[in-house]
């Protein structure tokens, strides 16, 4: 385990300040991307979103963005920045459907989903070979990273990784945040995740795609989820191949992948995360040789907010620039 230190900004030790600082008081950091379509192998798309430096042997790191989230999220355009202070290229990955523009098919994007990073870094191992290649995971893409490593074993294609606030037991998280404060966190998703779906229906509808319709009217009425066991059960299973909810987070969650992960990995985790319980955090002999657990007792769930309420500083844009450096 990782001794690094956080401390957490003065009067932003609570974990849920911490969570809601970006999201909800952090300044927009514009910046100039170029947007690349990625055609998938079963014809829907992703969207990519590059920044720069452009040249063809520059580090470079592929970003990805947690649940309802894009690569507008502040916690992928801050770390896009600092990588690019540090000369290091990135690109952030859009999830299906993220990018402003509905996917074209009724499937859509989940925790489990590292079929689709795959092709992702298929792809840009094709499009620039001779740059070293990193990945780095928020939440719910943390999940879907440490996930494909463990699928990938050596064949990763990776030179490291980085897995921050994850999910490690999507059952378990499920039941956390249904617990006290954290209920508002999950009526927020619920909300966006019903927005995701009305959305693909108007395209679909629009578009005339009859079969994406009837998929989606095979999951029934959109009313009376207050739950992720609710949703998962009666949307993403049914959407994604999965048989339910249980089916769903036992296939996807990362926490069953972790020791066959051959890729230097560091996660970076905080006990007080209102989305996970300490319990779901693996134990060191889950882990591979190659990770390293990074545990702070604060920082809540993708915060790390330290410095002060008039200067805050942003410990995940220095921390992982740096650590990727290191390995070489």
């Known amino acids: 385990m990782s001794t690094s230190s956080f401390t957490p900004a003065t009067g932003l030790r609570n974990p849920h300040l911490q969570t809601l600082w970006g999201p909800l008081w952090r300044k927009s950091l514009p910046l100039a991307h170029q947007r690349e379509r990625l055609w998938l192998a079963d014809g829907d798309f992703l969207d990519l979103d590059w920044g720069g430096p452009h040249r063809a042997d520059a580090p470079l790191v592929l970003v990805l963005h947690g649940l309802t989230g894009s690569s507008s999220s502040h916690y992928v355009l801050g770390l896009q920045h600092a990588l690019q202070a540090q000369g290091w290229a990135s690109v952030a990955v859009n999830w299906r459907g993220c990018s402003g523009e509905p996917n074209l098919l009724a499937r859509s994007y989940h925790s489990g989903a590292s079929e689709d990073l795959a092709e992702v870094i298929a792809h840009l191992r094709a499009q620039r070979p001779s740059a070293p290649l990193y990945a780095v995971g928020y939440s719910l893409g943390g999940n879907v990273l440490l996930k494909h490593l463990g699928e990938a074993g050596s064949a990763s294609q990776l030179q490291g990784a980085v897995a921050v606030s994850v999910p490690f037991r999507l059952d378990q998280c499920a039941d956390r945040i249904g617990l006290g404060f954290s209920r508002v966190y999950q009526r927020h998703f619920i909300r966006e995740m019903i927005s995701y779906v009305k959305t693909k229906e108007r395209d679909f509808l629009h578009r005339g795609h009859h079969e994406g319709l009837e998929a989606l009217s095979r999951l029934g009425p959109l ?106």
């Open 223 to 328: 009313t009376n989820m207050r739950t992720f066991w609710d949703f998962d059960g009666r949307i993403t299973a049914p959407l994604n191949g999965f048989s339910d909810a249980h089916d769903y987070y036992k296939r996807s969650s990362s926490r069953y992948y972790l020791g066959e992960n051959r890729t230097p990995t560091l996660i970076i985790q905080s006990s007080d995360d209102p989305f996970v319980f300490r319990h779901s955090l693996p134990e060191a002999s889950e882990l591979a040789r190659t990770t390293t657990l990074e545990l702070h007792s604060h920082g809540g769930h993708v915060g790390f907010v330290d410095g002060s309420l008039r200067q805050p500083g942003y410990y995940l844009e220095r921390r992982i620039p740096e650590w990727l450096a290191q390995l070489g």
